[in-house]
């Protein structure tokens, strides 16, 4: 069984996300997707809405595991027992962090081996960051996460 991990903040998890996971499924038998607290980042939603907007995308997929996860990646990859980790690449700027995180990883665990999906068309500049923007502004973010994010990113911004 090929096991890859799909770490991220995923607040929220975006169309350019499921891309990802779903490129990823014809490699790997199981992605973990595994949701970082990150609660020092003032996410919009807890981690336990994260999990549960995930978990709704892919209820029909048992090939896909949601997991909450606080500290090291690579603690919790060993944990999971993953030596795969799965990253999504859009821009030059994504590089340079993402190589420094797949060899500070490395350092921290050297069987544990990252690797890149560079992703597609549309999704190339989707971010939640940019898509929570538009949201918080009233802007429709409808083609670029699921309805139930869409609803829940609104129900949100509306209080
Ligand atoms: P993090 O805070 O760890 O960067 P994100 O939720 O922003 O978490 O992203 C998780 C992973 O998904 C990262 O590898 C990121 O580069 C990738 N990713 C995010 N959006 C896209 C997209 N539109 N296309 C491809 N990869 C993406």
Do not use: W
Request: hydrophobic share 40%; proline share 4%.
């Amino acid at each position: 069984m090929k096991k890859a991990i799909y770490p991220g903040t995923f607040d929220p998890i975006t169309l350019g996300h499921i891309n990802i996971i779903e490129r990823g499924l014809r490699i790997f038998d199981i992605i973990i997707v595994a949701v970082a607290r990150r609660e020092e980042k003032n996410p919009l939603f807890t981690v336990e809405e994260r999990v549960e907007l995930i978990r709704d995308v892919f209820s029909e997929n048992e090939r896909v595991v949601v997991k909450p996860f606080d500290g090291l990646l690579v603690d919790f990859a060993r944990k999971e027992g993953a030596r795969i980790i799965l990253r999504g690449l859009r821009t030059v700027a994504d590089f340079e962090y993402e190589m420094q995180m797949s060899l500070a990883n490395k350092k921290m665990n050297p069987e544990m081996e990252t690797v890149f999906m560079m992703t597609e068309g549309v999704y190339s500049y989707y971010s939640s960051t940019l898509i929570k923007e538009i949201a918080s502004l009233g802007g429709c973010v409808k083609d670029m996460v699921p309805e139930k994010v869409e609803k829940a990113m609104i129900s949100k911004y509306r209080r």
